[in-house]
């Protein structure tokens, strides 16, 4: 057994990182300034985007997103049980209501066929997530959009440099939210981005995000700047601040290195789990993509084994591998139960597979060893409790 705790996810920040921050700190302008602006014009440029807005979390970015496409109360937005509560939470926030489509157990995407029976004269956007980073299946959600005028907006928390068809997630005639969380792809320690191609949009979510301020404001500390500002819309505290961006700058030059190791240890997971009973391994979805591998969410096949999810991630926990849940399916929470009148078989694989999902060790600077550690221990567990 490994003497030390294995976690799940740690972030990969390297002497780069650490001088900008520093640099930062050296500079006296530690909030949203120049860094920020640079942070944003660079990831725009990366993911193929016209406009970029940089929020304090993917969750503000959401929130913000959502409010500039004119998503307001009585309106419903379809989007998936099988996300963190997050999406949903920023659609209530809204005063709107989200509509739940199911889910692909295989894939753990939105089923486009449950897109469109759920649609209805309030609906005013879809909301697809692209799951642990393999993208949702976009062609037939822009078209349904577009054939009743209803706005696209995407949860792309998962899908920092995953691609669909060989575009980047965020190069689309859409509006896209990425994360930066710390367990994520790349990290600002927390911070998310607005990427949209709607010119509109991006000057909606500018204002927002930081007071109904102007969104050069910041530089009117500066020798060339005024003092004065307007306020048009009463808008939020969710600004990306320097400090953070002095880390995206530099994860974002070491992102396509982090991809390929992410793929790398996900099909040595593949190649090492494979046919093991008691486990259902992540499927690929059928059109071209290029996973991003946010995460590697196996599911425990509790009819083959004496234990649940639960116990299986307590036994590996107790051999010194950590592990994730994401996520318990946000219709389960007892908010969205009472609220919406929502069961758990109403969503029937998004139930199935929010009781077995769990997340295995997977990072950059997770070495073999490592994961062979993962791998021993995971075998060892599956064997000790078969039927």
């Known amino acids: 057994m ?48 016209r406009f970029a807005v940089p929020v304090s979390s993917a969750t503000a970015g959401l929130h913000v997103a959502l409010l500039a496409l004119g998503i307001g109360p009585g309106d419903e937005v379809i989007t998936t049980p099988m996300t963190f509560v997050a999406t949903l939470n920023t659609i209530v926030h809204c005063g709107a209501v989200p509509v739940l489509a199911d889910i692909d157990a295989a894939t753990l995407n939105i ?44 949860d792309a928390a998962h899908a920092v440099g995953a691609e669909y068809k060989g575009r980047k997630i965020g190069s689309f005639p859409t509006t896209s939210v990425f994360s930066f969380h710390p367990n994520k792809n790349m ?22 995000k930081f007071h109904g301020m102007d969104r050069e404001s910041w530089k009117r500390f500066s020798k060339a700047g005024s003092p004065r500002y307007d306020v048009a819309v009463p808008g939020f505290k969710y600004n990306m601040m320097d400090i953070q961006a002095a880390l995206g700058l530099h994860q974002l030059k070491r992102l396509e290195g982090f ?26 979805v059928a059109y071209p ?12 096949d509790s009819d083959r084994l004496t234990i649940g999810r639960d116990q299986f991630m307590a036994e590996l926990k107790t051999r010194n591998i950590g592990t ?19 069961s758990a078989e109403d969503f029937p694989a998004a139930h199935f597979v929010s009781e077995r999902i769990v997340s295995l060790p997977l990072f950059p600077g997770l070495t073999d060893t490592d994961q062979d550690d993962a791998i021993a221990a995971i075998r060892e567990v599956l064997e000790k409790f078969q039927r």
């Open 289 to 300: 993509v290029r996973h991003a591998w946010h995460l590697y969410t196996p599911l425990v």
């Open 2 to 49: 490994r003497r030390e705790f294995l976690p799940f996810a740690r972030p990969a920040l390297g002497d780069e990182e650490i001088a900008e921050v520093v640099d930062t700190l050296r500079s006296g302008w530690i909030t949203t300034g120049p860094k920020v602006e640079r942070f944003a014009s660079d990831f725009a440029e990366y993911v193929g985007g």
């Open 187 to 208: 990290t600002t320690g927390e911070g998310g981005m607005v990427v949209t191609e709607d010119e509109e949009v991006f000057e909606k979510a500018s204002l927002l």
């Open 111 to 154: 089923q486009v066929e449950e897109i469109e029976r759920k649609i209805s004269p309030s609906t005013r956007a879809i909301l697809p997530v692209h799951y642990v980073g393999q993208p949702a299946d976009l062609d037939p959600i822009l078209e349904v959009a577009a054939a009743r005028g209803i706005e696209v907006l995407e």
């Open 259 to 284: 991809l390929v190791e992410r793929e790398r240890l996900a099909r040595r997971y593949d190649r090492a789990l494979a046919g093991l009973s008691g486990l259902i391994l992540p499927q690929r």
């Open 324 to 342: 994730g849940l994401h996520y318990t399916a946000a219709h389960e929470f007892s908010y969205y139960r009472e609220r919406f009148g929502w």
